[in-house]
Structures are given as structure tokens and as C-alpha cells.
């Protein structure tokens, strides 16, 4: 479809609609110019915001309006989404719909609407209960137009990422809205979650999805080519809300809740130099998580590495603590991954193995200068690499009453004899801590999702720590933008389709920018 020229009569338009800002700006300019103290200048520095934000949603607003008179272009986009619909959707006719703008107002429109075809659902032998629905309980219409241009749960694209990015980087929902009515953007409590776990629940499903077509398909070429590329792992804590069943219901009508602790389980991809090995900023790092069980994790990481290119990376650094589940499956990705196991690394993080010799050095009941003495000696022998003496230096305190117990952790260093070479790893510029995943878990996870008297349903939690995970990796807009090309996949405005294989990452390779 060809780019319509843009026509006098929308300039026109949008010219009548500064005419009276210019107008109310020459009558306050007085006013603003008298201004001689702190807060006289801070209030007149709002009100100037609040009427540019006024005049850019008047100006959106002509905008919409002229693009959703273009009848071509609707039909195109009805003929497009109903072709890939599968008889799924029939014509509803004309309706009257609201759409909510980034500076908060209101506009309502006239547009074709897709409705479900409930005679093919019934006659179908399987009633598809995953499908969404909306708050009725019925599967939602579409209305193409709309839908072409980004715009879902009557929000605009930008309004939509807006509300995600506030409500997942706030510590509350609350805060987010607080942040957001700062902007003259008053959506309710209620709206506000809806379009966070609606467009973050899209977004789920939509990563799930290219996730295992990645796992699944050959490794690409991509931003890890000849890189120096280091993961890590680790796990969280949150509390979940699990509504009970059964049981009397309480006077609002439920029946209660439990709330078990669950481990969410985050990932961070990032790139060092290969000279020095300081963190290497021209790659923007890769942050996600999961609330599925460590089979899942690494799926993911194998996922998202054979995306990047991984296959051709130089060195492959797979750093974390001393849980078993990170190691027993650490040489299976390098297999998944297709990358040589000479060119895989796996590292025990320093400060986890040094705090395991603090921990064994206050079992016996000793001075401090005794017990300062033999952590010292335990950590040159750990640094060098030398574990049969730091096993050695175990075996000479485990007797007596305490030798069960200070023997149960040396299983730990032995079994990590490779991943505890730490002067090699110094040499050759090779992390030897796990800081940045304990950072990411911090601030992705322990920040938002596990506040005091918080408790979160499975896939509303599964959304905030998408968003938030892409937030902290500064890749939030690429997941958004993502997102929206994937729901509208069947509108493709230019001569060729627009490439989704990257998925979420659609800026990896930041050389190409």
C-alpha cells in the first residue's frame, strides 16, 4: 500500500487546533513573565506542560481521525485480518468505540468490527477455553483499523507502554498511578491493571511462542558473533496467591488464599571485552525471567543465545553459585547452544565460595585470631586453585562432635575442583563473581514482586517480571514495539513483511542502529 500524500485539508486541520493554544500562550505570558520566586516558576512551568499536552493529544486527535476516514485503508486491513482469521471472525458492522490517548483524553470512533463467528465455535468438536476473553466471558472482536495502528484494549500504543513502563518500574501499582495522574493520565485502578496484565499477558504468550521456535530451529547469525559472552543464573523468592477452593467463604465472598513462596528464576546474557574483559557497553544486556522450574530457565537461555548468535561466540562463560541445578545442566547447553565444549567455561562465583569457608570456620568454637588465621589460608589455597589443600584444611578441623557437619561441605569444593580456578581465570580476564545476576534478581525481582503483605497470581507475575526484566536491560520499548507488530502480524503496510525472527530483541546488534 502506498503512502497517501498528506493533503491540505489535514494541515488545515491540525493548523486550527494550535490556533487556539497560540492564542490561550499570548494571554498567560504576562502572567508567566511576572513570575519572581521558586514556587510562582514551578506552577507556571506545570501549567505550560499541562496545555503543550493538551494541544499534542488535540493534535493526535485530528490525526486519528483523518487516518480512520481513510475507508482504503480500512478495508485493507479488514480484508488482511480477516484472511488469516480461519473463519474464526465475521462482519459486525460499524461500531462506536472509546480510545484513550498518551496525554489522557478520551476519543470516540466509528470503525468496522470483527466479531467472533459463535456459529463455528459451536459446531466445532473443541471449545477453545485458552482463547481470550473478555470481562463477559466471550471471546473479543477486533476492530482492524485499530488494531493496524497498535491500538488494543482502547488505549494507544504509547499510552499502553506508557502504564507498563510506570507500573512495573513503581513498587506498587498505586505509585505507578501517581506517577501517571502527574501526567494528567487518570485511568482507575481497575483500568490500570487491565491494561498492564492484558498487554503484559499478550506479551507472555508472544515470547513463550518465539521462544520455542527459537529453541527449536537452527541458531542465526547475530550480535554474539566473536564475542566474549557470559551467563548467569540465580533465583528469587516471591509470595504467590493461590485462591483456596473449598471452605467456608469469608464476608467479601471468597474463600480465601494461601500464599507459598516461589523461586522465580532470572537470567542475564552480557558481553565483555576480550582484552580486558570489563563489560562491554556497545551490547545492551539480556535480561528475563520465569516462574517455571530450571528445565524452563535454561530452555529459555538456550533459546535466547541461539537468537543472538551464540554459536559463533568466542567463549561461552556460564558463571553462578554452587546450586547443583545451574551445573548439572551447564554442559548440556553448550550441546544445545552448538558451540564447542572447549570454548565453554563454568565458574563457581568467588564471594558464595569464600562465604562457604566463613561458614565452615564458625562451626568449631574458636578465637577469632585462630579462626581469622585459617579462613586466610583457605582462601590463598581457593584462589590459586588448589583445592586438594583447601579439602586438606577441612579434613584437619572435621573431628570430634562437629566432623559430620563441617565434612558436608566439602563435597562442595571438590565437585567444583574446574570451577574454582581463580588465578586462571584472573589471567585470562575471565569474571570470576556473579554480581551482575544478583543485581538484576534485585532489582527485577526483590524491588517489585517480593514487598512486604504482596502477593501475586501466577501469570500476573510472570507478566511484571517480563516487563520489568526488559525494563532494567533498557530493552522495554523493544519489547513493546515487538509486541505490537506481533498482535497485528497480518498488516503489513510495506513492499516486504518487517523481520520478527529477533522476537523481543529487535535492536540486538547495536552496530546496525
Not at 511576572?34 to 494541544?55: I, Y
Not at 485530528?62 to 473463519?87: K, Y
Not at 488494543?152 to 501517571?180: H, I, K, M, Y
Not at 467463604?249 to 532470572?266: L, T
Request: glycine share 8%.
Amino acid at each position: 500500500m502506498k503512502t497517501p500524500t498528506v493533503p491540505k485539508e489535514l494541515i488545515e486541520q491540525v493548523v486550527a487546533r494550535v490556533a487556539p493554544f497560540a492564542e490561550e500562550v499570548k494571554k498567560q505570558v504576562p502572567g508567566w513573565a511576572a513570575v519572581r520566586d521558586a514556587v510562582g516558576f514551578r506552577s507556571m512551568e506545570l501549567d505550560v506542560q499541562a496545555k503543550a499536552r493538551e494541544l499534542a493529544d488535540d493534535i493526535t486527535e485530528t490525526v486519528l481521525r483523518w487516518i480512520a476516514g481513510d475507508e482504503a485503508f480500512e478495508e485493507d486491513a479488514s480484508v488482511a485480518c480477516r484472511a488469516t482469521s480461519h473463519d474464526r471472525v465475521r462482519h459486525g458492522g460499524r461500531r462506536e468505540t472509546q480510545v484513550t490517548l498518551l496525554g489522557g483524553k478520551q476519543v470516540r470512533l466509528s470503525a468496522q468490527y470483527l466479531k467472533p463467528n459463535l456459529r463455528r465455535e459451536r459446531t466445532a468438536k473443541r471449545v477453545s477455553a485458552k482463547r481470550p476473553r473478555n470481562r463477559k466471558g466471550r471471546r473479543p472482536g477486533i476492530f482492524p483499523l485499530l488494531a493496524a495502528l497498535g491500538i488494543w484494549f482502547g488505549v494507544t500504543p504509547a499510552l499502553a507502554g506508557e502504564v507498563c513502563r510506570q507500573v512495573s518500574d513503581s513498587d506498587s501499582v498505586r505509585t505507578g498511578r501517581a506517577a501517571l495522574e502527574r501526567r494528567g493520565i487518570r485511568l482507575g485502578h481497575e483500568r490500570t491493571l487491565r491494561i498492564v496484565n492484558e498487554t503484559a499477558g499478550r506479551a507472555v504468550s508472544q515470547r513463550n511462542t518465539w521462544l520455542r521456535s527459537m529453541r527449536t530451529g537452527e541458531p542465526i547469525a547475530g550480535a554474539l558473533a566473536g564475542k566474549r559472552v557470559v551467563v548467569a543464573l540465580d533465583g528469587g523468592r516471591l509470595r504467590e496467591r493461590v485462591p483456596k477452593r473449598r471452605g467456608p467463604r469469608r464476608k467479601s465472598g471468597h474463600r480465601g488464599y494461601d500464599a507459598p513462596w516461589r523461586e522465580p528464576k532470572q537470567l542475564v546474557i552480557y558481553v565483555i571485552d576480550n582484552r580486558t574483559g570489563n563489560v562491554d557497553a556497545t551490547f545492551a544486556p539480556v535480561y528475563d525471567a520465569t516462574l517455571g522450574d530450571c528445565d524452563a530457565i535454561f530452555e529459555m537461555l538456550v533459546a535466547y543465545l541461539k537468537a543472538l548468535g551464540a554459536h559463533q561466540a568466542s567463549r561461552l562463560i556460564v558463571v553462578g553459585d554452587g546450586a547443583p541445578w545451574i551445573w548439572d545442566r551447564a554442559d548440556r547447553l553448550a550441546k544445545d547452544v552448538g558451540i564447542a565444549n572447549s570454548k565453554l567455561r563454568q565458574v563457581v562465583d568467588w564471594y558464595h565460595a569464600v562465604e562457604t569457608l566463613h561458614e565452615i570456620a564458625g562451626i568449631p568454637r574458636w578465637a577469632d585470631k585462630l579462626r581469622d588465621s585459617w579462613i586466610r589460608r583457605a582462601k590463598n589455597a581457593l584462589h590459586a586453585g588448589d583445592i586438594d589443600r583447601v579439602a586438606a584444611l577441612i579434613d584437619d578441623i572435621a573431628v570430634g562432635r562437629n566432623a559430620k557437619k563441617i565434612s558436608s561441605h566439602r563435597d562442595y569444593f571438590v565437585r567444583n575442583t574446574k570451577r574454582m580456578q581463580y588465578a586462571s581465570f584472573k589471567h585470562q580476564h575471565i569474571p570470576c563473581g556473579s554480581g551482575a545476576v544478583e543485581s538484576t534478581v534485585r532489582r527485577v525481582v526483590n524491588q517489585r514482586l517480593k514487598a512486604p503483605g504482596t502477593f501475586w497470581l501466577e501469570h500476573n507475575a510472570e507478566g511484571v517480571l517480563l516487563l520489568r526484566s526488559y525494563l532494567k536491560a533498557g530493552r522495554f520499548d523493544d519489547l513493546i514495539d515487538w509486541s505490537l507488530l506481533s498482535a497485528a502480524f497480518w498488516w503489513v503496510p510495506g513492499p516486504k513483511p518487517r523481520d520478527l525472527t529477533r522476537g523481543p530483541l529487535l535492536h540486538a546488534d547495536r552496530a546496525d542502529l
